[in-house]
């Protein structure tokens, strides 16, 4: 069956630093790739994500390209914020394009210091 | 826009009882609704999948006798832990599908099930 694997957390990073969370999944087909960010309190958000290979998604300056030959999908950020603190997943779903429910990674819990 | 609300945020039960969880689609007609699980440090688990008006869909492992999910309207599925125990302990969190943005799931903010 599908499943995501992502670094494990917490990762601390000072204000400004290169941010870098990697992504790997194991599925059938080709499966859609989304990043999500659960800040405290709320409910998950769609960051951004790539439907095929060689794809990028890009939003707020978090980048990830779909990368089948490696089956990753990395998260990164040139210059992160306090802002940025939060819990990010990474998942995927079916060829379906949304037919189905997410696979999610554990989540990796980013602190940003100032 | 696209907004998705859980009520309640937290509920904390005492064995055996019952306890109903309600996902609403605030500003848009949800033709599809999930419900995850999300144990401390672990993914978020999908339990089920349901659309309006008919059965869920349940993911292998998970019993449907116990965990009822009800899609009775285009805004509203509710989730219902039936003669809850203590291992059902755990963060549910649904998410809707629809609106102009049918392909994208919204999340809503989750509810912390303590049963004692």
């Known amino acids: 069956g599908n499943s995501v694997t992502q670094m494990e957390g917490p990762v601390t990073l000072s204000e400004e630093a290169f941010l870098t969370i990697n992504c790997t999944y194991t599925a059938t087909g080709y499966p859609s790739l989304f990043w999500y960010v659960q800040y405290p309190g709320e409910g998950l958000q769609l960051l951004l994500k790539?439907?095929?290979?060689?794809d990028k998604g890009s939003n707020k300056g978090f980048e990830a390209t779909y990368r089948k030959e490696t089956t990753s999908f990395h998260l990164e950020k040139g210059s992160v914020q306090v802002s940025d603190s939060a819990v990010y997943f990474c998942?995927?779903?079916?060829?379906?394009?949304?037919?189905?429910?997410?696979?999610f990674g554990k989540g990796t819990h980013l602190i940003i210091q100032p | 826009g696209a907004v998705v609300s859980q009520h309640p945020s937290w509920v904390i039960c005492k064995s055996g009882t019952s306890v109903k969880i309600e996902c609403r689609s605030l500003?848009?007609?949800?033709?599809?609704m999930f419900w995850y699980r999300q144990f401390p440090k672990q993914s978020l688990m999908l339990m089920a999948t349901s659309n309006e008006g008919s059965k869920a869909t349940y993911e292998q492992g998970v019993e449907k006798d116990k965990f009822l999910i009800n899609h009775a309207s285009l805004t509203l599925s509710t989730l219902t832990v039936t003669s809850a125990h203590p291992e059902d302990s755990s963060f549910y969190i649904c998410?809707?599908?629809?609106?102009?943005?049918?392909?994208?799931?919204?999340f809503g903010p989750g509810t912390r099930l303590t049963v004692l």
């Open positions: 790539a439907t095929k290979a060689d």
């Open positions: 998942a995927l779903n079916g060829p379906g394009g949304g037919a189905d429910g997410l696979t």
């Open positions: 998410s809707a599908r629809g609106g102009t943005s049918p392909k994208e799931q919204f």
């Open positions: 500003d848009f007609q949800a033709t599809t």
